[in-house]
């Protein structure tokens, strides 16, 4: 399989001994190649992949993970290292049909940011949710749907961003596959995905994606998960 790496550095425009303002890189891979090795191919050892990531990007900043890729079993793993990312998992968890994959360098090597914790992004999703289900008339479920959206998503350290992004990444879900992918109840799945703006169709037999899931994403999108007073 033939992998092209688009590597843009970010400093071309700030910095004058940067010559290069991006590189191609073209390599043949196997179905056992993992991003690091790819990058040390490319001696890049420090790419930067957060932009695949629209919510969760940011928690992988200018470091060596992402938030999480489909396995080739089809199994979710949530914040994975490049050395435990096949890239042919990569490519087709986000379905980079050209084989072309853009990574940015040239950001400084420093400490990573500090985030807020868990419970307080989420505490920042409630109001964000129930909003968004009051304004497209679902019904109200006991307790409130942001916390029942967190009660069927805490299992893991996962910040919720990323959740969100797997569910965000499809136009189009089968449910029972959409349970499978999150470890939920089919019945819960039907559920979620009308919380996060997706419709039944039944000639597809899918839960189909709404323009206005697509404003929820971009109200997820502007909280600050950033901890201002974090010195890393």
């Not at 992998?3 to 073209?26: A, L, P, T």
Request: hydrophobic letters at 40%; proline letters at 3%; glycine letters at 6%.
């Amino acid at each position: 399989m033939e992998i092209r790496v688009i590597f843009k550095n970010v400093m071309f425009q700030y910095d004058s001994s940067v010559s290069c303002k991006e590189r191609e890189f073209v390599s043949q891979i196997d179905a056992s190649t993992t991003l690091s090795q790819l990058f040390e191919s490319a001696e890049e050892w420090f790419a930067d992949l957060s932009e695949y990531y629209y919510l969760s990007g940011v928690f992988s900043f200018n470091t060596p993970c992402i938030p999480y890729v489909i396995d080739s079993n089809g199994i979710v793993k949530w914040d994975v290292l490049f050395q435990d990312t096949k890239v042919a998992d990569f490519v087709s968890t986000h379905k980079i049909e050209n084989g072309t994959i853009i990574a940015k360098v040239g950001y400084v090597q420093a400490g990573g940011p500090g985030f807020i914790e868990l419970a307080e992004i989420w505490s920042l999703i409630y109001p964000i949710i129930e909003q968004f289900v009051t304004l497209i008339g679902l019904s109200t479920i006991v307790g409130g749907a942001g916390k029942w959206v967190h009660s069927l998503l805490k299992k893991k350290a996962v910040p919720p961003q990323s959740y969100f992004d797997l569910i965000f990444s499809r136009q189009q879900w089968n449910h029972f596959e959409f349970a499978k992918k999150l470890e939920i109840e089919p019945d819960k799945a039907k559920q979620l995905l009308k919380i996060f703006g997706y419709k039944y169709c039944s000639s597809e037999m899918s839960y189909i994606q709404q323009e206005n899931s697509l404003a929820l994403r971009e109200k997820l999108s502007q909280i600050n998960v950033l901890d201002i007073n974090n010195n890393n």
